[in-house]
T-cell receptor, first 111, second 112 residues
């Protein structure tokens, strides 16, 4: 089966610009998560979808971040406007029960 | 809140055995997962302990003691390809698709 895919793999933007990250989960996985790793620190939870519904968005840093999962398939994470501290690697993961399958991540650099 | 502590770095030689410890302070701890990450790529699942005791999967084993709020990952017959970051994580509500709370990761370097 195809794994979790993310696009783009890298993005370099200037402070104040907008970036949209995309995640395609494994087909049939109802659970979709976004995580972020900043500067070699721990991987931190951002939010969790069950199908198209937001189950838990307690990790979203602020209202500059907007996540959607229309139709319960792929998900997008938009950062608008981007700030320097948003730089990091954004991982998407999907699961049907407990074990997360992670995508390769999007490395976001805000200059 | 939740926090998981693990050593930042461990170095070992090829063929040796290494143990990566993880202690946790969490409310509502459910179970301990271990993930491996090579060169900042996709973390990959290694093992899960929902109950106390040892779980063995090939060269890797993982252990959990709830009374001690402690677990470890044991890697045997180390190979160069085992050089990677290893994360312990609290897997909230495992069977209901819960989120992961990660430790800061342990960078394992395997030397010839």
């Amino acid at each position: 089966e195809a794994g979790v895919t993310q696009f783009p793999s890298h993005s370099v933007i200037e402070k104040g610009q907008t970036v949209t990250l995309r995640c395609d989960p494994i087909s049939g996985h109802d659970n979709l998560y976004w995580y972020r790793r900043v500067m070699g620190k721990e991987i931190k939870f951002l939010l969790h979808f069950v199908k198209e519904s937001k189950q838990d968005e307690s990790g979203m840093p602020n209202n500059r971040f907007l996540a959607e999962r229309t139709g319960g398939t792929y998900s997008t994470l938009k950062v608008q406007p981007a700030e320097l501290e948003d730089s990091g690697v954004y991982f998407c993961a999907s699961s049907q029960t407990g074990t997360h399958v992670f995508g390769p991540g999007t490395r976001l650099t805000v200059t | 809140g939740q926090s998981l502590e693990q050593p930042s770095e461990v170095t070992a030689v090829e063929g040796a055995i290494v143990q990566i410890n993880c202690t946790y302070q969490t409310s509502g701890f459910y179970g301990l997962s271990w993930y491996q990450q090579h060169d900042g790529g996709a973390p990959t699942f290694l093992s899960y302990n929902g109950l106390d005791g040892l779980e063995e999967t090939g060269r890797f084993s993982s252990f959990l003691s709830r009374s001690d709020s402690y677990g470890y990952l044991l890697l045997q017959e180390l190979q160069m390809k085992d050089s990677a970051s290893y994360f312990c994580a609290d897997n909230l509500i495992y069977n209901q698709g819960g989120k992961l709370i990660f430790g800061q990761g342990t960078e394992l370097s395997v030397k010839p």
